[in-house]
């Protein structure tokens, strides 16, 4: 079976500023081409003339264009937007940036929701069966759950659009998320009994929590943190953690950074803050700008307890952010292995259809830091090898090193 979390969210017209993995390749391109694209292939105007005079700059793809048109077996689409879509990706790969991306909308939408941490929806997880239909999970307490859905209904169409097994987990959740207010009408099932039932729900604003916390199983002492993803949520979230696990009489606290592959870096840069108590976090510049530097105004809430941060490969940008500034500054111990050394920021634009463009656009650097982060990645203080076979089953090589660490230090 597929589980799935449903979660989305509109976009913004201004550009979002992005640090991170969480779509993982992206192109540099300005503005002015952008543009030009819009201009020279906007739907219609482009199938109209392609001798246009914006179209005309780009005489070799004009005449394959021409050739395509009189000679093809097939006729060249003139509906959607995929021609157009074809030709961007071609330009970000001559471009040769592997964090400049173009994103398609549904895409746009579910990475978007993710890192403002909420969207506009009914509180449900998505499955898929053996036989290809899709199954509703409501949350407790869900919009869902309160209009009567229960676990394992079979739904059967949205908004009197048929749900097919082919239909795509994305274009599932894009149908189903929406304006926080508005109403929804699912076709829904009571499996075993197919018969068809309507239920009409309003939509609410239902959170995506960016983290997960517990007390260590073997030292209940330690508090531990999994970050998943660096979003606008996150840093109000780990205080909320904290405050939890201090009041289960956790003493120590572990950030689990590995595999988190970054995200917003105004985010990354307000969690170091509730760590440190002053200094410089990173600095950046944007290309013919000055540098800007990020600084700890005041010192964080949490800038006393006890703190590890483990990282690996697959720790980056936002989160190398936050794991570099606490070891530049001696805040945090580091363990497990070299993170993956991601150390440039995307802009993300929004274009007419609600798909985006993810240019990287400046640099950033931990000023304090004593090696290259995008040459070496993040070096830990304590180097964990991947599990060995002698390991036992279930083992964590990487959290055990930095309990011990932690208890035996303080």
Known sequence: MINL?????GSNQRPEILDGMVFKRSFFITLGIVSLLVLAFGAGYFFRD??????????????AYEILQKNGLKEIPTDGPDIEYGMIRGMLEAYGDPYTIFVEPTRHELDTNALQGSYGGIGVDLMQDSEGRWLLYPYPDSPAARAGVLEGDWLVAVDGTQILPETSAEELQSAIRGPVGRRIRLTIAHLPDTSPVEISIRREEIAIPSLTWRLDSDDPRVGIIDINLIAASTTKEIQDAVEDLQNRQAAYF????????????TAGVDIARLFLKDGVIIQQQYRGR???TFRVERPGPLSDIPLAVLIDGSSASAAEIIAGALQAH?????VGSPSFGKDTIQLVFNLPDDSSLHVTAAQWWIPNLEYSLSENGLQPDILVTPP?????????????AAVTALTQEN
Do not use: C, W
């Open 290 to 292: 000055d540098v800007e």
């Open 330 to 334: 001696n805040r945090a111990i580091l």
């Open 5 to 9: 979390h449903a979660s989305l969210i």
């Open 388 to 400: 060995s076979v002698d390991s036992s089953p279930g083992q964590d090589d990487v959290l055990q």
């Open 50 to 63: 392609y001798r246009s005079s914006a179209l005309e700059r780009f005489t070799i793809f004009a005449s």
């Open 254 to 265: 572990v950030l689990d950074l590995r595999s988190n592959p970054g995200g917003l870096l």
